[in-house]
């Protein structure tokens, strides 16, 4: 796994193998923060990763200027290896362990962007969830974006608030906006 721009650019993390995670792959990663440049400034930008894995993507952000970020997963190991990568980069991403739904019940704070990678095996009904407890709520700046990665089985199409998708081989992102950037709705119109 690499650091594939910012600051960071082309910096390589091992992850330990016994982590229980799916990492997003480079050629993903790159895809999602192309359409993101698209929509966003990084420098400062609150970010909020959940089901954080390895901290693959809280990586990008920090890399390219966010702070802070807030990484949550309900991992111990996933947890103790994002804080020893924050630690050796000096990246202000503080890992949290703990159920995300439980997260995102009690939790206060309001995110630019908010990035959900769940196991992809999660039922379409806390897939629904999950995006409901973020604007339910009010996790997400007005300004903000909700990205869920997701399989092709999985649909979020017809959830408040969503915008578009990318497809990116068995992977997809949907993306949840409270306005839906005019842009973007022209383009599919086509």
Known sequence: MRI????YKGRRINPPKNLPVRPTTDMTKEALFNVLNN??????????????GTGSISYEFASRGCAPIIAVD?????????????KEFDFDITAIKSDVFKFLEKHRGTYDIIFADPPYDLSQADFEKLVTAVFD???LDEAGMLIVEHS???KLDHMAYYSFQKNYGGSVFSFFEFEADE???DNEED
């Open 4 to 7: 594939i721009s910012g600051k």
């Open 39 to 52: 929509h966003f400034n990084f420098s400062e930008l609150q970010i909020l990763e959940l089901f954080a």
């Open 74 to 86: 309900g991992d111990m190991g996933c947890v103790n290896f994002i804080k020893k990568t924050a």
């Open 137 to 139: 709520n009010e996790l």
């Open 152 to 154: 092709k089985y999985t």
């Open 183 to 185: 842009e973007v709705e």
